[in-house]
């Protein structure tokens, strides 16, 4: 018997099922029990909410989610070798978990599950930042998701919460600077996964800003791309490959233009991307 419910313990569930994680995948299996249940924590109350896993893999975290309280769990398993340990978990807990078979970058999750909704995953390493792009450009504004509580490689997570002078501060920063607040929770070692990788893991919270600076999301993904795409030279040296008058740009932004893209806060993208929209420093010839 496992700490949190009556089914067995994680590591007696891979044995018996003959799992073993993939790398191919992106698979890290994370045994304790316990752990994933300060996962679940960190989403808040999960009470009359649906909760979307991507990966649950023999479903560690997707026990947690139920033990602590998810009305629903959608989980999204690519691998069908760990569908017989979710059907289990679904026995324990009927009528509360879906899965469905698929690639979680391949499905629409907004049309597929009913609010209020809170993303929780440990994210295969290999589509995690790929996942969390989709998920912050979405159209309308505020999103269909409530927060995202996600584990990812520990540079990764100081990217997403990186700001201006941080070094890890990038596109990534700006994006989810700009649509949400995002906060690092804490991190997990290696050895608390099997196998264990070789890198540090991060969870990170992220609640969606009810109104954003106003900005055109193309626009901002733009200018931040060239911006960033030579971070380190002066800003009016890495926009000009916008093809645009750079000096011109960033007068129109109010942005000094001896500047390097990693000390402009969010808000001197958002402005720059604005300036971008309006034709700033296109020349009338």
């Known amino acids: 018997m496992s700490a949190i419910d009556d089914l067995p313990p994680l590591s007696d569930v891979v044995r018996t099922h003959g799992l073993s994680a993939q790398k191919s995948l992106g698979q890290n299996f994370l045994f304790d029990l316990n752990l994933t249940s300060r996962i679940a924590r960190t989403a808040g109350s999960l009470t009359d909410t ?9 479903g560690g975290l997707t026990r947690a989610l139920l033990a602590n309280g998810a009305r629903k769990v959608i989980a999204i398993e690519r691998d069908r070798r760990c569908l017989p340990a979710l059907a289990e978990i679904a026995e324990r807990y009927p009528g509360r978990l879906e899965v469905i078979e698929g690639d979680a970058l391949a499905i629409d999750i907004g049309a597929i599950a009913e609010g209020p909704i809170r993303i929780i995953a440990n994210l295969p390493y290999n ?38 002078s941080d070094d890890a501060y990038g596109r990534l920063g700006v994006m989810a600077g700009w649509r949400t607040q995002a906060t690092m929770m804490f991190d997990i070692s290696p050895k608390a996964f099997v196998p264990p990788p070789k890198i540090t893991s991060s969870v990170v ?26 971070r380190r030279k002066m800003l009016r ?23 390097r893209a990693e000390t402009v806060p969010v808000a001197g993208f958002v402005a720059l991307a604005n300036a971008f929209d309006a034709g700033a420093g296109v020349s009338d010839t």
């Open 50 to 58: 649906t909760v979307v896993e991507v990966g649950p893999g023999p």
């Open 205 to 230: 919270h992220l609640v969606p800003r009810a109104t954003p600076l106003p900005c055109r999301l193309a626009a901002l993904e733009t200018v931040t791309a060239a911006a960033f795409g030579q």
């Open 127 to 164: 589509i995690g930042t790929q996942l969390l792009i989709g998920w912050l450009s979405a159209d309308p504004w505020p999103p269909w998701w409530q927060s995202l509580t996600l584990m990812f490689q520990k540079e990764v997570a100081q990217r997403i919460v990186a700001t201006e």
């Open 237 to 259: 040296q890495s926009l000009k490959s916008l093809g645009r008058d750079s000096l011109a740009l960033l007068e129109a932004a109010s942005i000094d233009p001896t500047v």
